[in-house]
């Protein structure tokens, strides 16, 4: 099961666990990563930190257990190249599904990978590339063992930039988004809060949602609730893309919304 929610701490993690870390101090950034990834380490994980600068193995070398991951192969660092940014995000997720796949066959449970992100958004154009990348990723860790913690440096993006990139992360440590939107094994989980308000960010966090099979299928049992607006957004995505929007929830509130809307087309499961 892969962990939801708003947090403070970087451990105690699954393997493929997916959080959005806006930071404000690139010495708390360095501190969090060097957590999450010792975490990795006790998983079986290879360790792999991703970052700007120069020397970056220093910035792991205090932490006792990563030093010795550093000496003995088991954790490595990755300079983050301006060629980097320019891969589509089919590209950069198959270069991590190649170094998953080759953790694995290393003996490692798979891979774990912290990395200060912010230089990948170059520009407003290049915005609609990160949030695909961070949805593709995201599907890709549903079914494998690789867990990331994408980190973004406030002082360098724009509020609704980083409200954005927290809404497509299962776990993120700022209330800046009112839900979470992201992958499942055959569609997407919502979680928190969807009112008239979201209506614009819940549109661009379904973007790059593709129906499968004909169907969009979304799990709203994590969310707290959902409003007329919020419903119809969600049905008319699915429609636009020629699908059927199944909705699985334990709440008999969102069947009767269905109902008094009118959606004949909307199929509603436990």
Known sequence: ??????????????????????????AEFRARAAEFLADGLELGQRACYVARGDDLATHLATEPVLAEALRDGRAEVVRLEPRSATATPEEQVKVYAAATRAALRDGFTGLRVAADATALVRSPDSLDAIYRYEHLIDRYMTAQPFSAMCAYHRAELPEPTIARLNSLHPVNNARCAPFRLHATEDGIALHGEIDSVSLDLLSLALDNATPERGALRVDATGLRFIDHHGLLTLHGYARTNAATLVLRSQRSSLTRLVSLLGLNDVKCVR
């Open 1 to 26: 099961m892969r962990t939801s929610g708003v947090t403070d701490v970087v451990v105690g993690m699954h393997p493929n666990d997916h959080l959005c870390w806006p930071f404000d101090d690139f």
